[in-house]
């Protein structure tokens, strides 16, 4: 069944974009003047590629099989090696190329983007089958505020650079994990949402659906 | 009698209102979507805000009409053209042809256009052409840097949305897009900052909707000055307006048939090399080498 699942994954969209970002921190890491802009976008994209890992356009008969949201998530889960590898390599290039880099907080903000994509895809998920491209691209535009929008920069930053203002990237990612533990643990568990999360006519009628427990 | 009957003001051509029709429908459903809305929000406080005092540079500020009216204005035409996606099956059985609809979706390219419009006029109200902040360029040079670097993405960011929308089933395509394009035009600025003489260069910063022209900053022989980068402003919005027209062209190809797709791809190669020529142009233009004022 591990195997039904995650073949029915968005494979093509997880790995389309975990392979663009390895495209663009392939660039970061052979311009190291560039590494500290192109880096940020490459795990922006990971993180848009890890939004796309609960994609399931065969929502509608898969939410009401006896396989609960846990153990599906679980398995889908595994998908996360694909943008968690991508930025893996992309680090371990940037580091042949002798960039000076603070890496386990690089690392952090590394784990913590893909986390964060997760997370919003598996909020999201209580509410439509495809959650990807919604939330890949309310992430992308998240992750990019401080890069686009010089004034978010001053108040927080997503990226260990050195010089800048702010709330160091550490403690940014740390609270980010905690949250999105959090979020992961109640999306999954389908209760104790906010009530605006769950007013969707058909995400309540599929989530009532009589379920058979496996023996 | 005859004089009478026609006298009154031509008939509108059936084909005419509807196209009209659609394109005041689309244009509607684009000024409602949340992503140009927030674009548009946010263009108005930065540019009501105005710059920080002491600013010492026009750059910090340029992109932002480009990254929020062309590249969100992107995100918003890519979802308004595949949220039609769904209704293909009903709306193809109409009389209205795919790339009549498709000439509607471009149309709705001209509120971003028009927000790039004024966004222009503020920030020639807030930084006069007459500045020194715009390094080196002559006023009409000026103009045409604010022009590339305002206007014109304003206007090809939706154009590239629909194109990519009639195109591309992915539907991340647009964020990833976007990203890519601000990776690039990221890369070949940085590039260009150790490689200011280099006419390769020069080439690959132009190579990219949107380029910056100026670069402010310590110069050891000039100080704190403003550099111009090689290139010419205004063959690079030829270069731009040609990317536009093969926008539109790549979107209406989506669909049509016949005689109507043989003029678009014969279009299509006209505009093609005409990119190509201005490219080549822009990076030959202009200053052949870097000038500090």
Not at chain 2, 144 to 154: D, N
Not at chain 2, 207 to 221: N, V
């Amino acid at each position: 069944m591990t195997g039904t699942v995650l073949r029915a994954g968005a494979w093509p969209a997880v790995a389309g974009i975990s392979g663009a970002a390895v495209v663009v921190g392939g660039f970061g890491a052979a311009f190291p003047a560039a590494a500290t802009v192109l880096l940020p976008v490459c795990f922006t994209l990971l993180a848009a590629a890890a939004a796309f890992t609960l994609d399931e356009p065969a929502s509608l008969v898969v939410d009401v099989t006896p396989t609960g949201p846990v153990r599906r998530t679980q398995i889908r889960a595994v998908a996360l090696l694909a943008p968690l590898a991508a930025g893996a390599l992309v680090l371990l290039a940037t580091a042949a190329r002798g960039l000076a880099l603070p890496w386990g907080a690089t690392g952090l903000a590394l784990a913590g983007n893909v986390l964060l994509g997760f997370a919003a895809a598996c909020v999201a998920r209580t509410r439509t089958g495809e959650p990807g491209a919604v939330v890949g691209t309310a992430i992308v535009l998240v992750l990019m505020a401080p890069a686009l929008e010089p004034h978010v920069a001053r108040w927080v930053r997503t990226f260990p650079a050195p010089g800048a203002g702010g709330l160091s990237s550490d403690t940014v990612w740390w609270t980010v994990l905690a949250v999105c533990a959090v979020a992961i643990a109640v999306s999954l568990g389908g209760r104790s949402l906010p009530s605006w999360m769950s007013t969707v006519p058909i995400s309540r009628r599929r989530r009532s659906y009589p379920t058979v427990q496996p023996p | 009698m005859t004089a009478t009957l026609t006298s009154g003001p031509p008939a509108t051509s059936p084909g005419r209102a509807t196209f009209t029709a659609l394109a005041i429908r689309e244009t509607r459903r684009l000024v409602l979507n949340p992503v140009f809305l927030f674009a548009v929000a946010f263009i108005t406080f930065a540019l009501w805000a105005g710059p920080d005092a002491g600013q010492t540079e026009i750059d910090t500020a340029n992109p932002y009409p480009a990254i929020f009216l062309g590249g969100f204005g992107m995100m918003a035409t890519f979802w308004l053209t595949r949220s039609m996606r769904a209704s293909e099956p009903v709306v193809g059985v109409t009389p209205v042809t795919q790339p009549v609809r498709t000439a509607a979706l471009c149309a709705v390219a001209i509120v971003p256009f028009a927000c790039g419009c004024l966004a222009i006029l503020r920030f020639v109200q807030l930084i006069p052409v007459s500045s020194p902040l715009y390094g080196p360029f002559s006023p009409s040079a000026r103009v045409a840097v604010l022009v590339g670097q305002i206007v014109i993405p304003a206007l090809g960011g939706p154009l590239l949305g629909v194109a990519l929308g009639r195109w591309v089933q992915f539907p991340g395509a647009a964020f990833v897009l976007f990203l890519l394009i601000y990776g690039w035009v990221s890369l070949v600025t940085i590039l260009t900052m150790s490689h200011a003489s280099s006419a390769l260069v020069a080439v690959l910063r132009l190579f990219a909707p949107f380029a910056f022209f100026t670069y402010t900053g310590d110069t050891h022989s000039a100080g704190f000055a403003v550099t111009a980068w090689r290139g010419s402003p205004w063959f690079f919005i030829g270069w731009q307006l040609a990317l536009c027209a093969i926008a539109v062209l790549v979107a209406l190809l989506r669909g049509a048939e016949g005689r109507v797709r043989t003029r678009i791809i014969r279009a299509l190669a006209i505009a093609g090399a005409a990119a190509l020529i201005l490219l080549v142009l822009a990076a030959l233009g202009g200053f052949t080498y870097p000038l500090t004022a």
